[in-house]
Every structure is written in structure tokens, then in C-alpha cells.
């Protein structure tokens, strides 16, 4: 039948910890003991219930005709198998999850390139000892003096001397 | 405006002698005068304006005498621990600018390390994924499972207590029908049967006495 034995994957819970970031270690703790607890329960029930022993109940009850309907309409029952809900929605967390992802990447990878730029102009400096404050205000832009915002001196507000 | 890097300033002044007559005057004279040509020039030039009294001795010579010399003293003695002293300032500017200079790189460098670290991190967001998808197929496999043992315990308990009550009827039965043979065998053993049984047994045992008493 269609959906049945959706295929249970087998995951790397190591690699899976090893990517964990500690803040959110506690969720990935919760999710862990409730997946164990699913898979024990599973492999606690036997797949398919033991066959019933017809003949010998035949033999055994006296009212005529009693163990044959329970036989046919045993056989005839279909168990109904759980619908699933939930893996259109985990489908769809998993979309915006990797877009959301995407946007994080690339966020990341510009923010590297800032520092790296930044990283590149601090190495190839003059050293101190040649510097003119020009340069000095080239290199560090944090310490040019605003002389537009604070015309006068010292340039900055007071409590930053 | 020239957009070139300044060469570095010089780490020394020019060579003077006595403080105050650069080398290369003496340079420039001693091709024609050899070394003693500047302190000829020097000295005659000095006898002339005392001996013309273009300079005139006063007051002011020896409070001028008094006061270079002090000077002089002064300078030779503490000019280099003042030097030392001022290079020693410059100095921890320039450490301080440096430390600065190299904790910017070492934390830009972990800025970096980390967000590498980051990007690793979020690749593993399809781990999350499959352990959800994971434990949904979980959950319906065992609902089915139970749901399928559940009937089988049903249908097995119903036909169960059919069984069983078959034969527990059958057991009374035959419990009331044993105590009901021995109720009327008991009671319908009349005293003279009763009598006429015990002299029976009796004539028997004196028969197995003696076949017994035979066998001893």
C-alpha cells in the first residue's frame, strides 16, 4: 500500500551533535530522547499480530457457525492505517528553513568579505614610527575628528576625552 | 597633492661640531685648507672682532660666559637620560598603537574563523529535517501496529471466553451429576445390605489372614 513503511533513514546522531550550537543544546537533547523513545516503542511491537489458530477454536467452541463469521469477517477487516498529517507541513518548514538558510549564508559571506577587506588594509599599513595623523585617520577611520558635527575643539564630546 | 607615502623622517640630525657649525663646512673647506683651515678662519676671525672692538667686552659677556656655561654643563650631563626618558614615551605610544593595531587582526581573523564555523553549522539543518520525518513514520508505523494487535486481542478474547465458558459449564455439570450418583448410592443402602456387606468383608479378611499368615 502507498504510504505505508515510509522509510525510516537512518541518522547520524553524532554528526548530527557535532553541528548542534550550544545555545540550542537543550531542544536537541529533547528531540533525541523523544526519537529513542519512538524507536524503542517500535521495535517493541512485533510487526504483524500472531495468526489465530482457527481450527482449533472450530474444534473447541460448540455453537455452530460462530467460529466461521468471526473467521470471515476477521479476514475480511481492514485495519486503517494512521493518515499522515505531518510531513506536508515538515516538508514545508524544511522550504523556508532552507531559504532562511540561504539568506543566513549570504549574509555571513558578505560579512567575511567586510573583515577580510578590513583585514587586508590593517596588514599592508605603514608602520607607526612614518605615520602622519593623515594616515593615521586612513587607517583607523574611527579616529577622525567630526569637525563638521563638533566645530570646536576638541572636536568630539567631552565625556569621550 | 601628492598621494605618494612620505619617505620616513630621518633617525638623526645632521653631524655638527661643538653644537653649533655643521660638518660640512668643514667639508666644503678642506680641500683648500686641509683640517686646520676652519679654526684658522675661526680663530682670526674672532681676534678681529676683539682686537677691532666690533664686539665689545661688557657686562653682557660675562653674564652670557656665566650662563652657557651652565647651559652646557647641564646639557652634557642629563641630555641623554632626558632623551632616554622622552624616547621611552614615544615608545609606549607606539606600543600601545601597535597592540591595538594586532588585536584588530587577531579578532577580525575569529570573526572569520566563526562564521566559517557558522556556515559548517547550518549545513546540518537537513539532519533536523529527516529525524522529524523520522519520527512521524515512527509514530504511524506503531499506531498501525498497534491498532493491528489490538483486533487480533479482541477477537482472540472473544473466542477465549466462549471456550471457557463451554467448559465451565461442562465442569459444574459434571460436578453436579458425580455428587448427585454418590447422594443416591449413599442413600439407597439399605441397613441390611449394610449388615450382610460388613460379614462379607469380614469372612474375607479371615481369608487373607490365613493365605497371609501361609506366606510369612
Redesign the interface.
Known amino acids: 500500500m502507498a504510504g505505508?513503511?515510509?522509510?525510516?533513514?537512518a541518522?547520524?546522531w553524532a554528526?548530527?551533535a557535532?553541528?548542534?550550537?550550544p545555545n540550542q543544546r537543550a531542544m536537541f537533547n529533547a528531540?533525541k530522547t523523544?526519537?529513542d523513545t519512538?524507536?524503542a516503542?517500535?521495535a517493541a511491537?512485533?510487526?504483524?499480530?500472531?495468526a489465530?489458530d482457527w481450527a482449533h477454536?472450530k474444534a473447541?467452541?460448540?455453537?455452530a457457525g460462530?467460529?466461521d463469521e468471526?473467521q470471515k469477517k476477521?479476514s475480511a477487516?481492514k485495519?486503517?492505517?494512521?493518515v499522515?498529517t505531518?510531513?506536508a507541513k515538515?516538508d514545508a518548514?524544511?522550504k523556508e528553513?532552507?531559504k532562511s538558510?540561504a539568506e543566513?549564508?549570504q549574509a555571513?559571506?558578505a560579512?567575511?568579505a567586510q573583515?577580510?577587506q578590513?583585514?587586508q588594509t590593517?596588514?599592508n599599513?605603514?608602520p607607526?614610527?612614518?605615520m602622519?595623523f593623515e594616515?593615521l585617520h586612513e587607517a583607523f577611520p574611527e579616529t577622525k575628528l567630526d569637525k563638521e558635527k563638533y566645530p570646536y575643539w576638541p572636536h568630539k564630546p567631552i565625556a569621550d576625552l | 597633492q601628492c598621494l605618494a607615502p612620505l619617505p620616513p623622517l630621518p633617525e638623526k640630525g645632521g653631524e655638527v661640531r661643538y653644537g653649533l657649525i655643521p660638518e660640512e663646512f668643514f667639508q666644503f673647506l678642506y680641500p683648500k685648507t686641509g683640517v686646520t683651515g676652519p679654526y684658522m678662519l675661526g680663530t682670526g676671525l674672532l681676534l678681529y672682532l676683539l682686537s677691532k672692538e666690533i664686539y665689545v667686552i661688557n657686562h653682557e659677556t660675562v653674564a652670557a660666559v656665566s650662563i652657557l656655561s651652565v647651559i652646557i654643563y647641564g646639557v652634557k650631563k642629563y641630555g641623554s637620560t632626558v632623551a632616554a626618558f622622552a624616547d621611552k614615551l614615544n615608545e609606549e605610544k607606539v606600543a600601545t598603537a601597535l597592540a591595538v593595531k594586532n588585536e584588530a587582526i587577531k579578532s577580525l581573523e575569529t570573526a572569520i574563523e566563526e562564521e566559517k564555523k557558522e556556515q559548517w553549522r547550518v549545513e546540518g539543518c537537513s539532519y533536523l529535517f529527516d529525524a522529524k520525518r523520522n519520527n512521524v513514520a515512527m509514530l504511524l508505523e506503531t499506531n498501525y501496529r498497534e491498532r493491528l494487535l489490538r483486533v487480533y486481542n479482541e477477537v482472540k478474547k472473544r473466542l477465549d471466553y466462549q471456550v471457557a465458558m463451554q467448559n465451565l459449564k461442562r465442569q459444574k455439570e459434571q460436578d453436579h451429576m458425580i455428587q448427585w450418583v454418590e447422594k443416591s448410592v449413599v442413600q439407597s443402602i439399605t441397613p441390611q445390605q449394610q449388615k450382610e456387606s460388613i460379614a462379607k468383608c469380614i469372612l474375607d479378611l479371615k481369608a487373607l489372614s490365613k493365605s497371609a499368615q501361609a506366606a510369612v
Do not use: G, H, N, W
Open positions: 505505508r513503511r515510509a522509510a525510516v533513514k541518522i547520524d554528526a548530527f557535532e553541528r548542534v550550537p528531540l523523544r526519537s519512538l524507536s516503542r517500535l511491537l512485533p510487526e504483524k499480530p500472531p489465530i477454536y473447541a467452541v460448540a455453537k460462530m467460529v468471526f476477521f477487516l485495519v486503517p492505517e494512521p499522515d505531518q510531513t515538515i518548514q524544511e528553513a532552507a538558510t543566513y549564508v555571513s559571506k560579512r567575511i573583515y577580510e578590513r583585514l590593517l596588514r599599513m605603514i607607526f614610527e612614518q602622519t594616515d
